[in-house]
């Protein structure tokens, strides 16, 4: 008669896990191959990939119509229709074709009232850039389209190939062993006896196996036989990167498996308590994990979401995270149309005791803002939109876990945002960073609601001459902190060669110019540079026309479209353009003291002040890092 297991435990959860997993995290390396992007679906990326080259690649027509100069449209209306001649006052567009110059706008077709062939009329006037999709409006060229250790989904495939990427590193996916064990076992295929059991557990091993980003191998049942059981864990050691005994995990006469893992290896757990789910087996064997399971259904299925998935996920980089369905506090208004029901993308964070949901692009162009989105708020039909501030449903597909542990950014855009992202992501797994780019003014009221842990701003204080500690000091009354990021140059991007030779501010009456949106701290800084010049913003030609972040004004410039506008060194240096500098000014993080104590704002802070993140900045140029990562508070006096 076979010895029983009287070993069998009863080791907490949380504590199985925990010794389980650090056993392994000093051990398990996660191995790398390159794929073309079209075989990449559910793959683990390696590193973070940055796009090649714009989407769209050129101006493009959001309608189809006709492509008009919009200055020659004033004047038209109802009462005085606007004739217009074809080659000489218009061309006639598509969806999709190129917008070159000299026109600069696009009237639909519906608007259109034809004359004859060669004619048209309109009878209202066209404004600049309407209805055209401006150059890297979706991606440009340089910016981040996914950060390391991101699971692949079809979205991405299409966004990476407009991005110009066409092969991809991702984490090999790991190969497991699974055996299944005893001799009452019979495959599904034979014909059972009185006593025997038709083996299904394996199956659903290998589906999970599958599903979590592993390669499973399934052997036929091994009778309960302590050699040839051994033999097989033993050969499985030296082939696959994981093994996985199902039944003979209790406490019965015949459940070797335990007595055999102590003879091969180190059984760190023998029985957690759970319940269904106790008698699991955690091991090591030649540096590899070997789990044995038990085999009651449910209690195997149980024991492989808590104890095989995590290891996997050390292997391949992917969280463990399920989707679902969350009420949320929507930051800012929509507005829906009462004829449809609308999916609107959203990041989503947890700030204080709420959900937070930020609405992103809502355009049909914008692919990148699936890539970004955190999941769905829907709006209903017959629905003309939610106030912010309401309380919306929001379909995640993402996992809570990962956005309670997920700073919310909203304000400034600069493209060490990204950079944090990706540092956050892959030196502290576990910790998230969500930016969202509204403006600095923008962000410091997302803020003061509630909406937001921190915010990005680079505010000038005209009557101090200081950055951004006057603004919060006027407009919060709770204890406030700055976190000092980076100093950056600010300037004006053109054209590569400086064909317009332009010098300073005064030049852009002669050009056409990008602004900066509304609230945006460039935008501050630029309106107060033109007031020290004395030049009214209706002198420069473009000063209405609005880009939401400094690439995107880069790659309008690069394209021709515009001639300068105002932005970072760092943008105009990646998109290969000249570069006018105007003045360095402090780009830094507002965020409520109590805030501060949060493990991921730590985690945040940490990586202001690493060599790393410093090596990053020297790279992209432009930027000082000497106070980067130090803390400001609001009740000290400014200097």
Same mark, same amino acid.
């Given at each position: 008669?076979?010895?029983?297991?009287?070993?069998?435990?009863?080791?907490?959860?949380?504590?199985?896990?925990?010794?389980?997993?650090?056993?392994?995290?000093?051990?398990?390396?996660?191995?790398?191959?390159?794929?073309?992007?079209?075989?990449?679906?559910?793959?683990?990326?390696?590193?973070?990939?940055?796009?090649?080259? @714009?989407?769209?690649?050129?101006?493009?027509?959001?309608?189809?119509?006709?492509?008009?100069?919009?200055?020659?449209?004033?004047?038209?209306?109802?009462?005085?229709?606007?004739?217009?001649?074809?080659?000489?006052?218009?061309?006639?567009?598509?969806?999709?074709?190129?917008?070159?110059?000299?026109?600069?706008?696009?009237?639909?077709?519906?608007?259109?009232?034809?004359?004859?062939?060669?004619?048209?009329?309109?009878?209202? %006037?066209?404004?600049?850039?309407?209805?055209?999709?401006?150059?890297?409006?979706?991606?440009?060229? +340089?910016?981040?389209? $996914?950060?390391?250790?991101?699971?692949?989904?079809?979205?991405?495939?299409?966004?990476?190939?407009?991005?110009?990427?066409?092969?991809?590193?991702?984490?090999?996916?790991?190969?497991?062993?699974?055996?299944?064990?005893?001799?009452?076992?019979?495959?599904?295929?034979?014909?059972?006896?009185?006593?025997?059991?038709?083996?299904?557990?394996?199956?659903?091993?290998?589906?999970?196996?599958?599903?979590? =980003?592993?390669?499973?191998?399934?052997?036929?049942?091994?009778?309960?036989?302590?050699?040839?059981?051994?033999?097989?864990?033993?050969?499985?050691?030296?082939?696959?990167?994981?093994?996985?005994?199902?039944?003979?995990?209790?406490?019965?006469?015949?459940?070797?498996?335990?007595?055999?893992?102590?003879?091969?290896?180190?059984?760190?757990?023998?029985?957690?308590?759970?319940?269904?789910?106790?008698?699991?087996?955690?091991?090591?064997?030649?540096?590899?994990?070997?789990?044995?399971?038990?085999?009651?259904?449910?209690?195997?299925?149980?024991?492989?979401?808590?104890?095989?998935?995590?290891?996997?996920?050390?292997?391949? =980089?992917?969280?463990?995270?399920?989707?679902?369905?969350?009420?949320?506090?929507?930051?800012?208004?929509?507005?829906?149309? $009462?004829?449809?029901?609308?999916?609107?993308?959203?990041?989503?964070?947890?700030?204080?005791?709420?959900?937070?949901?930020?609405?992103?692009?809502?355009?049909? +162009?914008?692919?990148?803002?699936?890539?970004?989105?955190?999941?769905?708020?829907?709006?209903?039909?017959?629905?003309?939109?939610?106030?912010?501030?309401?309380?919306?449903?929001?379909?995640?597909?993402?996992?809570?876990?990962?956005?309670?542990?997920?700073?919310?950014?909203?304000?400034?855009?600069?493209?060490?945002?990204?950079?944090?992202?990706?540092?956050?992501?892959?030196?502290?797994?576990?910790?998230?960073?969500?930016?969202?780019?509204?403006?600095?003014?923008?962000?410091?009221?997302?803020?003061?609601?509630?909406?937001?842990?921190?915010?990005?701003?680079?505010?000038?204080?005209?009557?101090?001459?200081?950055?951004?500690?006057?603004?919060?000091?006027?407009?919060?009354?709770?204890?406030?902190?700055?976190?000092?990021?980076?100093?950056?140059?600010?300037?004006?991007?053109?054209?590569?060669?400086?064909?317009?030779?332009?010098?300073?501010?005064?030049?852009?009456?002669?050009?056409?110019?990008?602004?900066?949106?509304?609230?945006?701290?460039?935008?501050?800084?630029?309106?107060?540079?033109?007031?020290?010049?004395?030049?009214?913003?209706?002198?420069?030609?473009?000063?209405?026309?609005?880009? %939401?972040?400094?690439?995107?004004?880069?790659?309008?410039?690069? @394209?021709?479209?515009?001639?300068?506008?105002?932005?970072?060194?760092?943008?105009?240096?990646?998109?290969?353009?000249?570069?006018?500098?105007?003045?360095?000014?402090?780009?830094?993080? %507002?965020?409520?003291?109590?805030?501060?104590?949060?493990?991921?704002?730590?985690?945040?802070?940490?990586?202001?002040?690493?060599?790393?993140?410093?090596?990053?900045?020297?790279?992209?140029?432009?930027?000082?890092?000497?106070?980067?990562?130090?803390?400001?508070?609001?009740?000290?006096?400014?200097?």
């Amino acid at each position: 008669m076979g010895k029983r297991n009287l070993y069998l435990k009863n080791t907490p959860l949380e504590e199985a896990l925990s010794i389980y997993t650090d056993a392994f995290k000093s051990i398990l390396k996660m191995q790398y191959e390159e794929l073309p992007v079209e075989k990449s679906l559910g793959r683990i990326l390696k590193e973070a990939v940055y796009a090649g080259c @714009s989407s769209p690649l050129f101006n493009a027509a959001a309608m189809d119509g006709i492509a008009v100069i919009s200055t020659d449209t004033k004047g038209a209306s109802e009462r005085t229709p606007l004739t217009l001649k074809k080659n000489k006052d218009f061309i006639v567009v598509d969806t999709g074709d190129p917008i070159n110059f000299p026109y600069d706008a696009v009237i639909m077709a519906e608007d259109v009232i034809e004359i004859d062939d060669d004619t048209v009329q309109i009878i209202e %006037a066209a404004t600049g850039w309407q209805h055209i999709r401006p150059i890297g409006e979706d991606i440009v060229t +340089g910016e981040m389209l $996914l950060p390391s250790l991101h699971k692949i989904r079809p979205i991405d495939i299409g966004v990476l190939f407009s991005g110009g990427i066409i092969k991809i590193n991702v984490v090999k996916r790991p190969e497991i062993g699974i055996f299944p064990t005893g001799t009452e076992i019979i495959e599904p295929t034979q014909t059972p006896k009185d006593g025997d059991i038709i083996e299904s557990n394996s199956r659903m091993f290998e589906a999970m196996v599958t599903s979590y =980003g592993g390669t499973a191998y399934r052997f036929p049942p091994i009778e309960d036989d302590y050699n040839k059981i051994k033999t097989a864990i033993e050969e499985a050691v030296n082939k696959f990167d994981m093994v996985i005994v199902n039944a003979g995990s209790s406490a019965g006469t015949e459940d070797f498996t335990v007595h055999i893992l102590r003879e091969l290896g180190e059984v760190l757990i023998h029985g957690v308590a759970i319940k269904p789910g106790k008698p699991v087996i955690l091991a090591i064997v030649k540096g590899k994990p070997v789990i044995g399971l038990p085999g009651y259904p449910v209690s195997a299925y149980i024991d492989f979401e808590n104890f095989v998935k995590p290891v996997m996920s050390l292997m391949t =980089g992917e969280p463990t995270s399920d989707n679902n369905v969350v009420d949320a506090v929507i930051s800012k208004r929509m507005i829906s149309s $009462l004829k449809h029901k609308e999916y609107v993308r959203v990041k989503v964070g947890q700030v204080g005791d709420k959900l937070v949901a930020s609405p992103l692009a809502r355009g049909a +162009g914008a692919a990148m803002s699936l890539v970004r989105a955190d999941g769905f708020c829907v709006i209903e039909q017959n629905c003309e939109g939610v106030e912010a501030g309401e309380i919306v449903k929001v379909e995640l597909y993402r996992s809570l876990q990962e956005i309670r542990h997920t700073i919310v950014a909203i304000g400034s855009h600069d493209l060490i945002l990204d950079l944090i992202s990706d540092l956050m992501s892959s030196n502290y797994p576990g910790n998230y960073l969500s930016s969202t780019h509204i403006g600095s003014m923008g962000g410091l009221m997302a803020l003061k609601r509630g909406e937001a842990h921190i915010a990005p701003t680079h505010l000038l204080d005209e009557a101090t001459g200081i950055y951004n500690m006057p603004y919060i000091k006027k407009m919060f009354e709770e204890p406030m902190a700055l976190i000092k990021g980076v100093k950056r140059i600010q300037g004006l991007i053109v054209q590569k060669g400086n064909p317009l030779n332009l010098k300073d501010i005064s030049d852009l009456k002669k050009c056409r110019y990008v602004n900066r949106q509304r609230g945006a701290g460039t935008r501050v800084l630029f309106d107060y540079k033109l007031k020290q010049a004395g030049i009214d913003s209706l002198e420069i030609p473009g000063y209405d026309r609005e880009s %939401a972040t400094h690439m995107a004004v880069a790659a309008l410039v690069s @394209s021709g479209s515009a001639d300068a506008g105002m932005g970072i060194f760092a943008a105009a240096k990646a998109m290969q353009l000249d570069f006018i500098e105007i003045g360095q000014e402090e780009y830094d993080f %507002a965020i409520p003291v109590k805030h501060l104590k949060l493990p991921e704002v730590i985690t945040f802070i940490n990586i202001l002040k690493s060599d790393e993140f410093h090596v990053c900045l020297d790279k992209f140029g432009g930027y000082e890092y000497s106070q980067s990562g130090k803390l400001c508070y609001m009740d000290e006096e400014i200097i």
